[in-house]
């Protein structure tokens, strides 16, 4: 089935489904690239995240980069950004029309100031590029860009490419007046949903959610004529999230399964002050199923899988908390999200497979 077909009315296609800065061994089992999410209507793509190996899945579910007309980061941490890289370099490539206006890229403005200390420290580190140590969208951009001059100003002169910025138009998303958002002290004030982007066909709200220490991290929900989807981004369990979420056809949740990935750390304090931030800053399987309940979603995709290789049945707990249709894709598996009767269904369902 081509995942681009517009009969196929709206859906996502799972690009990538691992959360985590890791390379995951999943023990002989499908191979889960990096989070990024494919949201597909009348044949253009709304790309949400560019984990590893997102150009690459692209290829592989029969979508080119030609057909993206919005690319949305929800926070800066590395495995929601690393091939943010590879877009802005092979893009060059894949998208030969010069007609294409450039794609507007979204994400999280700069930090403003460093996160606080883990309170498991013994004493303070070094920090990175002090003179810029919490760079937003617009800057990773440029930063990127700069980096891999070489390289971009070898193919604009010899190959007669055409650079970055005639590809991609970069917006730090800005936040609405009196939100009283501050990245350590109020990292997830309640707020309403607010429009980032709008085209013909769908409409691109925002919100703050509870990444701590990552702020500002974002949600995004999708509405287009036939239905909407709602993606979390990283976040633990947060009103915002139920806000924006609110009677969506298809709410897609990160979910970490805290006994499995705390297997993964031999040092004591390293796995420590990794547990704090999990438990802190993301959401359980369960977790995930209450709070696509409150919203009142129609069905539940769980994605951003912590840590990849986790036995199934830590993912289906989920069918405690939530009574609705529930997902658990594997990479470059297609879900609709066109509005139809809600169901009851705690019935996991097998989504279509996207082919090339």
Not at 139 to 156: C, G, K, P, S
Request: glycine share 8%.
């Amino acid at each position: 089935m081509d995942p681009s077909d517009s009969q196929l009315g709206p859906h996502i296609v799972a690009l990538g489904t691992a959360g985590g800065p890791r390379w995951w061994n999943t023990a002989g089992r499908s191979e889960r690239s990096g989070i990024s999410t494919a949201v597909v209507v009348a044949g253009r793509v709304y790309l949400v995240d560019c984990g590893q190996g997102t150009g690459r899945q692209l290829k592989n579910a029969g979508l080119g980069i030609d057909q993206v007309r919005g690319l949305f980061i929800t926070h800066m941490h590395s495995d929601h950004t690393v091939d943010l890289a590879s877009m802005i370099l092979f893009g060059q490539f894949e998208r030969k029309d010069p007609a294409l206006d450039p794609i507007p890229v979204y994400g999280p403005g700069p930090r403003g100031k460093l996160p606080p200390l883990s309170a498991r420290a013994d004493s303070a580190p070094e920090v990175v590029a002090p003179a810029n140590p919490g760079p937003g969208i617009k800057q990773l951009f440029e930063t990127l860009t700069a980096a891999y001059a070489t390289d971009i100003n070898d193919r604009i002169f010899d190959s007669l490419t055409r650079p970055p910025s005639q590809h991609f138009d970069v917006h730090d998303i800005v936040l609405p007046e009196g939100t009283g958002f501050d990245p350590n002290d109020n990292a997830c004030p309640d707020m309403e949903p607010f429009t980032i982007f709008k085209d013909d066909l769908v409409e691109v709200t925002a919100i703050l959610v509870s990444h701590f220490p990552t702020a500002p991290a974002f949600a995004f929900r999708f509405d287009a004529a036939e239905g909407s989807v709602t993606i979390s981004g990283d976040t633990a369990p947060c009103r915002n999230l139920v806000r924006i979420a609110h009677r969506t056809d298809l709410l897609l949740h990160e979910a970490i399964d805290l006994e499995s990935i705390a297997g993964q750390y031999t040092d004591q304090v390293h796995m420590n002050a990794t547990m704090d931030h999990h438990r802190r800053a993301h959401t359980t399987a369960r977790q995930a199923g209450e709070l696509a309940a409150q919203a009142g979603a129609r069905s539940l995709v769980l994605h951003h899988l912590v840590p990849a290789f986790a036995p199934a049945e830590s993912w289906l707990k989920a069918r405690e908390t939530f009574a609705g249709q529930l997902f658990v894709p594997e990479d470059l598996e297609i879900i609709s999200f066109a509005s139809t009767p809600r169901v009851t269904s705690d019935t996991v369902v097998e989504p279509v497979k996207a082919t090339s």
